[in-house]
């Protein structure tokens, strides 16, 4: 089942949190047209044409939701199919052998209607307010690409999966500082097509905005939930082949993403080990602390002989709890992630 919008409504008028426009009451809507690329996705292709079918949307208008299915082999056309019937915001256009994504994304340029585009992996579940969110920042005309906020949701209890957390929440933090998207964009139609040797779609209409002079903006309130590699090889594959795409895109056309600025990683990838050895610290003293609270324990009851019937108050925990509640959740309220969930 699809997530509920995470937040209320921003208020109209003004500027959002992401750094974009909220139109005004009296200015058009902001049409676009959605494309989701399908590769034998027959799991999670229902749920996530559900999900886009119950976004909410305020400022933002979906014209269209446009699949193109690439050699599948599985019921992911059916499936298609039988929404089509019931919506026709549906279209499907279906390849008969598998061709690439790019091929697949160049499919569903020719077919756009708006100018604004959001394209979407076709393994993913986008959040309830995701397409708000990333086509709402396009009332800056300046705006020429947005992306949304990855969130795995593999389990973090084994190896790969916590790699997999701790990839995104890394890329999430270079994100706010230097846009670097994927698995769900949204961009002008500043171009008919992609080149077919292109393999880092995202990377290249990244590219291409910026060569025109637009911005590219991070939406880190626009969540989209993917599911990451869950293998020791599947997790080499992706990171592999990623790699080697935007080397190749930095090698023909010059453009550089930020994850392959390694100065810029290396910075976001100090805070995260500085906050990995802050906690082994503060588990270190607490165990000091809690040996320490032990001995004295000891003492009183083998040495002292007091069984501290009439305790030894803390007099630090006497205070008014539901005042300190509050006050504590306005400072959890001023914490990055908080803010996100805010938004």
């Known amino acids: 089942m699809p997530s509920e919008p995470t937040s209320a409504p921003p208020a109209t008028g003004g500027v959002d949190h992401s750094g974009g426009k909220v139109l005004d009451h009296h200015e058009p809507k902001l049409r676009c047209s959605v494309g989701v690329t399908a590769y034998n996705e027959e799991a999670n292709i229902g749920p996530l044409l559900e999900a886009l079918l119950k976004q909410y949307l305020r400022d933002v208008e979906i014209s269209e939701i446009i699949v193109v299915a690439s050699g599948c082999t599985d019921r992911t056309v059916p499936i298609v199919e039988s929404y089509a019937a019931e919506h026709p915001l549906i279209k499907l256009f279906v390849q008969p052998r598998r061709e690439g994504k790019t091929a697949a994304i160049n499919v569903f340029l020719a077919h756009a209607q708006e100018d604004i585009c959001v394209l979407e992996s076709g393994d993913t579940l986008p959040d309830g307010m995701a397409v708000e969110n990333l086509v709402r920042m396009f009332a800056d005309p300046a705006v020429g690409m947005t992306g949304a906020h990855k969130i795995p949701v593999n389990t973090p209890d084994h ?38 040797d292109v393999a880092m779609d995202e990377a290249f209409v990244e590219a291409l905005v910026v060569q ?13 939930y993917n599911m990451g ?6 997790f080499v594959r992706q990171r592999r082949r990623n790699h080697a795409g935007h080397l190749y895109l930095k090698s023909k056309y010059g453009y550089a993403v930020s994850s392959i600025q390694n100065t810029r990683v290396a910075k976001v990838a100090f805070k995260e080990l500085w906050g990995a050895i802050q906690l082994v610290w503060t588990l270190f003293l607490l165990g000091v602390l809690e040996m320490w609270s032990r001995l004295l324990g000891w003492y009183d009851f083998a040495i002292k002989q007091d069984r501290h019937v009439v305790w ?32």
Do not use: N
């Open 212 to 224: 025109r002079g637009m911005s590219v903006r991070y939406a880190p309130d626009a969540i989209v």
């Open 312 to 343: 030894d108050i803390a007099w630090s925990q006497k205070t008014d709890v539901g005042a300190e509640r509050k006050q504590t959740a306005e400072k959890d309220d001023l914490r990055p992630t908080a803010m996100v969930r805010k938004m």
């Open 229 to 234: 590699p869950d293998t020791v090889r599947d």
């Open 159 to 196: 190896l790969v999966g916590f790699f997999t957390h701790l990839r995104l929440r890394l890329e999430h933090q270079l994100c706010l500082e230097i846009p670097r998207l994927g698995e769900m964009i949204a961009f002008r139609k500043v171009f008919d097509r992609i080149p077919l």
